[in-house]
């Protein structure tokens, strides 16, 4: 079994790497001091377990986990923290089990038990991310991610098997479908056509194009965007109440 440890004291992954290192089968792959070096980790090693601090510099504990979520194939995630007032929302973030620090060897044990668990049925356990919404996307990039702030998306728009992110420094591709992104963010983005969401803030007008077709005016787009005719009723009345 890979593991990460994720948490920014470094005594508390010390505590941990040690704990592991009697458990037979483990391997600690990486470790990492914040939310954003753990997503790296886990893209570059594929652990089977993360080990995750919540309260964290940056990206927290709870946030890292919801953007796992989304991993193929997904890491099975145990909360390690120092308070237990985080419990319902870490198993809304779909963690496998919670351990308040200090670490116990028992519960330890335990946890990689249910790891074990999980990782026997991985098949059947492919849904999406619960809780609160997430504050960023995250692309990969030749092994490598990128973490794009939702506030700096303008539209999002399908293309194949990909969602093109036109975001405030630029594009990028990420592997999730535009459903499950407008289920999640309803409150920020409008359809305007089958293959795209746009930003409520980002338009500026609806108006008649050359051939005939409505387009959407974008507050930072080079250029109008596509309204299909089965969107355009109810976007005219998302403006009106903007």
Known sequence: MKVVIADDEPLARERLRALL????????????????????????????????DISMPG?????????????????????????????????????????????????????LERVRTFAAGRAQHGEHEGGRKRTHLCA?????LRLIPVDDIRYLQAEEKYVVVHHARGEDLIEESLKSLETEFAERFVRIHRNCLVARNEIIELRRGGDGHTQAVLRHGAHPLEVSRRCVAQLRDTLRHL
Do not use: N, W
Request: glycine share 4%; proline share 7%.
């Open 21 to 52: 290192a009697v458990e037979p089968g483990v391997e600690v792959v990486a470790e990492a001091s914040d939310g954003h070096a753990a997503l790296h980790a886990c893209a570059e090693h594929h652990p089977d377990m993360v080990l995750l």
């Open 59 to 111: 990206i927290d504990g709870l946030e890292t986990a919801r953007h796992l979520a989304a991993f193929e194939p997904r890491p099975a995630v145990v909360f390690c923290t120092a308070y237990d007032a985080h419990a319902l929302s870490a198993f809304e973030a779909q963690a496998i089990d919670y351990l308040v620090k200090p670490v116990r060897p028992e519960r330890l044990s335990a946890a």
């Open 140 to 144: 990969r990039l030749r092994g490598s």
